[in-house]
């Protein structure tokens, strides 16, 4: 590893005006490269403490053995500079976008002496027209096949044609006319050039002249009887609208415009465009990148423009460019943007109307990029193998982690106080062992107490477990749990405890962390697991992980490592992932693990931290909610949400419930003797405080219970308390 400071260049060195640098490696390798307004200012800040960098600039500077810098004139000529080095040197600390040249265009070869319309992918060529990208090629073609009908320009290859010339036979498509057969000389070379004109203006959104010709000369055929030409221009004009038809219209105005749009966590983005031409959808593409170096939202639109437009002229720029944020400053690319085009070139962020809804929609389609790609390269087993076999690198593990298990904290201000455990095994999640808690051994946001209360009742659960089936050596030490005292035999026995209707299950120890009440999660996961003993009883905490992840940093780690001795357990691996850097902790290190940002490695602890940061905060709300639209009604035994809905709708309200007598109760459809009395005991219990009391003119203020108005007796919700704001965690 390099130390910046031995090739920093000596003061004055550097020019103060704009320019590109490079870092290179001790191979003389580029890098990394930048531009800078200043490149004094901007250098200087590499090689400031190493402690006060960002990890991934850090990594950066350690890694390079020198720098040099280019000046140039402006802002813009560095723009260009730097875009034409990093397509050059490929540098590995650069923002890189995949799949740049996959997506197929609809190409107008005009260069040639007879243009031709095809399918293109890659480099685009001087002289040919091109419109998209689609994102499929039979898109293209079924466009082409509607078009060909009215406009039956050229689309065989060279060799087809010369074919064609040779024997004076056309193809299928010159018979069917869906070509104008020039290779057979029925029409000219400059006919079908002016043809392949009328298809460019056609494409570009010109459609209004070619349908209303089309209908004048259907009218003038019918008028004069000639109805199978009447038929034919029929038929060309249904093929046009179709055409139209396949790219709806998304903006009125007829606006040419790109929109863009970025999805993006901390490792990754992914970025989105919509090519709109003449208000229409005219094409789609996608990149995905990995964020290898510290970049913002505007920094990477700044990236994208680079890329689509550093090798494009003319109309190829469009007028408008809409994007999710600017880059800073915005006037280089601009005017970066209005070179390119030889006009100007309005680059904002679109702030309401159709386009407004346009942005949001090409938003989702990145999001949705972002997933699929996620979702594919978690489920290659190539890659989820090198991860596991870099975590155990990076932690100093005997083996690959096999099963790892990640605990998250979740709570509103300190109420609601929630835990979550997710269990990925071989680098995949598996739902089933999904477990979630509550925190009882104590009031209040302590997220470091917490995560030692929820370790102590995990492990102490699998202690539990293991002593029960008999799997203690001769020898092996019984271990003690956070309280001092062995594990009990029963523990993992059903409690009939319940909580939020779902069952819990108490240890069957006592301590200070409260019963060691665990929850299920009904919703996602199945309460038994595939790990059975003798007589079929779900065991479920049967296996143990062989890392222990937390959602946090030193303290949440410090928490984690002390629950597991206390318990006498010493062959689990625990870390942290802090989320501000996505730095790994490690228990008793000052300082943390920094994994490079494109390790396969770091992206697994990830998705195991985000999923268990999803779990815990679902749950939360979920028990927020409850916790909000419950009444005194929840409280009696028994009494489903059926015959709750049945009593508010005959009494009207709870208040007008707790009024009637338990003969009133029993007049309700379903409610018996018992039940009533039960109801109408739990109302007692239950009864509001003594109404409020105006003090200034003596007159008793009443107030409906919430939830109860004779308005809505239907919605359990009506009149709840407002959800108080905080930050959820």
């Not at 030692?452 to 050596?473: A, C, D, N, S």
């Not at 069952?503 to 059975?532: C, F, I, Q, V």
């Not at 296996?543 to 490592?561: H, M, N």
Request: proline letters at 6%.
């Amino acid at each position: 590893m390099a130390d910046p400071s031995s090739y920093r260049p000596k003061p004055g060195q550097i020019p103060d005006s704009p320019g590109v640098y490079r870092f290179r490696d001790e191979h003389r390798r580029v890098i990394y490269v930048g531009k800078a307004k200043s490149l004094r200012q901007r250098l200087a800040n590499y090689f400031q403490d190493l402690a006060g960098l960002h990890p991934r600039t850090r990594s950066m500077v350690t890694t390079a053995a020198s720098v040099e810098w280019t000046v140039v004139s402006t802002e813009v000529e560095a723009l260009q500079l730097e875009y034409s080095w990093i397509k050059e040197y490929d540098p590995r600390f650069n923002v890189k976008y995949r799949d740049d040249k996959s997506y197929p265009y609809l190409a107008v070869t005009m260069n040639e002496e007879y243009p031709r319309v095809q399918v293109m992918r890659g480099h685009k060529k001087k002289g040919v027209r091109y419109f998209g990208p689609y994102a499929h090629a039979w898109a293209i073609r079924d466009t082409v096949d509607l078009l060909l009908r009215v406009f039956p320009v050229r689309t065989c290859s060279a060799g087809v044609f010369k074919n064609a010339s040779r024997t004076g036979r056309p193809c299928l498509l010159g018979y069917i006319g869906k070509c104008s057969a020039p290779c057979v000389d029925r029409i000219g070379a400059d006919d079908h050039r002016e043809l392949a004109d009328e298809f460019c203006d056609f494409m570009t959104g010109r459609t209004g002249t070619y349908l209303r010709r089309l209908e004048k000369q259907m009218a003038e055929a019918a008028e004069e009887m000639e109805y199978e030409r009447a038929a034919r221009l029929r038929d060309d004009i249904e093929a046009l609208k179709k055409a139209m038809e396949k790219n709806a219209v998304v903006l009125a105005d007829a606006t040419d415009a790109d929109l863009i749009a970025v999805a993006e966590d901390e490792l990754e983005a992914a970025v989105q465009i919509f090519h709109v031409r003449g208000g229409r959808v005219r094409g789609q593409r996608g990149w995905v990148t990995d964020k290898v170096e510290d970049v913002t939202t505007g920094a990477l639109v700044e990236h994208a423009l680079q890329q689509l437009y550093g090798e494009e002229r003319g109309d190829s720029v469009p007028k408008e460019v809409l994007v999710p944020a600017l880059p800073e400053p915005v006037e280089p690319v601009q005017e970066w943007l209005t070179g390119r085009r030889g006009s100007n070139v309005s680059l904002r962020i679109p702030q309401r109307g159709d386009k407004k809804a346009l942005m949001e929609t090409v938003e989702r389609n990145a999001q949705q990029a972002l997933v699929l790609h996620k979702t594919r390269r978690a489920s290659d087993l190539t890659t989820r193998s090198r991860a596991l076999e870099e975590i155990a690198e990076a932690l100093d593990l005997d083996s690959a982690p096999l099963r790892i298990e990640c605990y998250d904290i979740s709570h509103l201000q300190g109420d609601d106080v929630v835990a979550s455990m997710v269990v990925f095994e071989d680098g995949l999640q598996r739902k089933s062992e999904y477990r979630r808690f509550q925190i009882k051994g104590f009031e209040g946001q302590d997220d470091v107490r917490s995560m030692h209360e929820v370790i102590t009742r995990r492990f102490r659960r699998y202690l539990g477990e293991k002593e029960r089936t008999g799997e203690w050596t001769d020898g092996e030490s019984t271990p003690v749990t956070a309280t001092g005292t062995p594990p009990a035999a029963g523990a993992g026995t059903p409690s009939a405890d319940t909580a939020d209707g779902i069952p819990a299950y108490a240890t069957g120890s006592t301590s200070a962390h409260g019963a060691g009440e665990l929850l299920t999660d009904a919703a996602e996961a199945p309460l038994t697991s595939s790990l059975k003993d003798e007589d079929g009883r779900p065991r479920r905490f049967a296996y143990p992980p062989q890392l222990v992840v937390v959602d946090g940093g030193q303290p949440q780690v410090a928490a984690a490592r002390r629950a597991l001795d206390e318990l006498g357990i010493d062959d689990i691996a625990v870390c942290g992932l802090a989320k501000r850097l996505e730095e790994v902790w490690l228990p008793g290190d000052d300082d943390p693990v920094v994994l490079p940002r494109s390790s396969e490695g770091l992206y697994l602890l990830q998705r195991v931290r985000d999923e268990a940061h999803r779990f815990a905060i679902t749950y939360q709300r979920a028990k927020r909610a409850k916790r909000f639209r419950s009444g005194p009604l929840d409280e009696v035994p028994g009494l489903g949400e059926t015959r709750k809905q049945a009593l508010i709708k005959h009494f009207g309200s709870v208040k007008k419930l707790r009024a009637a007598t338990v003969q009133e109760i029993c007049e309700v459809p379903g409610i018996g003797r018992k039940t009533a009395e039960t109801i109408a005991a739990a109302l007692v219990r239950a009864a509001p405080p003594a109404p409020a009391v105006n003090t200034a003119t003596g007159e008793i203020i009443e107030e409906e219970e919430p939830g109860t108005t004779p308005d809505s007796p239907g919605d359990p919700t009506a009149g709840a308390p407002e959800e108080r704001r905080g930050q959820e965690t």
